[in-house]
């Protein structure tokens, strides 16, 4: 909760510094430079949002999304998104978003903040895992199989956002 804090911090920041120096070109005066938070270590807030899912261990960051209130899950969502979009770190990205919406399935459905992000996830999600399965399926059928296993924990992802589709999110 605290790195998605920080990392909405810096965004806004970035934001109003850009919007600082809009008006300070139009009146001719020299932009000012934009200094990072170090906390960030020197990393944009999505990927300063990835470092830490990837440095905090399963088990204590399954513990972190189980408390995590509303507003910060639509904040993570949001990352998650960005990180999707960029390509990167693709399956924890998808294994946090699914959880997450797994375990705030309720309030989820009660938020229509959320409808948009997640139709949007949902798509992106699917494109890049429907890639990774198929680099993984080359590698998989000369390695000897594995491929219905994955196949299986991809339609078993998708099947989440099904639900919340049924249930009125996204629509």
């Given at each position: 909760?605290?790195?998605?804090?920080?990392?909405?911090?810096?965004?806004?920041?970035?934001?109003?510094?850009?919007?600082a120096n809009?008006?300070?070109?139009?009146?001719?005066?020299?932009?000012?430079?934009?200094?990072?938070?170090?906390?960030?270590?020197?990393?944009?807030?999505?990927?300063?949002?990835?470092?830490?899912?990837?440095?905090?261990?399963?088990?204590?960051?399954?513990?972190?999304?189980?408390?995590?209130?509303?507003?910060?899950?639509?904040?993570?969502?949001?990352?998650?998104?960005?990180?999707?979009?960029?390509?990167?770190?693709?399956?924890l990205c998808?294994?946090?978003?699914?959880?997450?919406?797994?375990?705030?399935?309720?309030?989820?459905?009660?938020?229509?903040?959320?409808?948009?992000?997640?139709?949007?996830?949902?798509?992106?999600?699917?494109?890049?895992?429907?890639?990774?399965?198929?680099?993984?399926?080359?590698?998989?059928?000369?390695?000897?199989?594995?491929?219905?296993?994955?196949?299986?924990?991809?339609?078993?992802?998708?099947?989440?956002?099904?639900?919340?589709?049924?249930?009125?999110?996204?629509?």
């Open positions: 909760m605290e790195a998605i804090e920080l990392a909405d911090k810096e965004t806004k920041d970035i934001l109003s510094t850009q919007h809009e008006g300070r070109e139009a009146n001719g005066l020299s932009p000012i430079s934009f200094r990072s938070n170090p906390m960030l270590l020197n990393m944009d807030p999505p990927k300063y949002m990835l470092w830490v899912l990837k440095s905090v261990k399963a088990a204590e960051l399954e513990q972190a999304l189980l408390v995590l209130p509303m507003m910060s899950v639509e904040r993570l969502v949001q990352y998650l998104l960005v990180l999707l979009k960029r390509n990167m770190a693709v399956k998808s294994k946090v978003a699914v959880f997450v919406v797994k375990t705030h399935k309720k309030a989820i459905l009660a938020s229509q903040g959320l409808s948009r992000p997640l139709r949007e996830l949902k798509g992106v999600m699917r494109v890049r895992l429907e890639a990774e399965r198929d680099v993984g399926g080359l590698r998989g059928h000369h390695e000897g199989g594995g491929r219905e296993e994955r196949e299986q924990e991809h339609r078993g992802r998708l099947e989440i956002f099904g639900d919340l589709g049924r249930a009125g999110v996204g629509q």
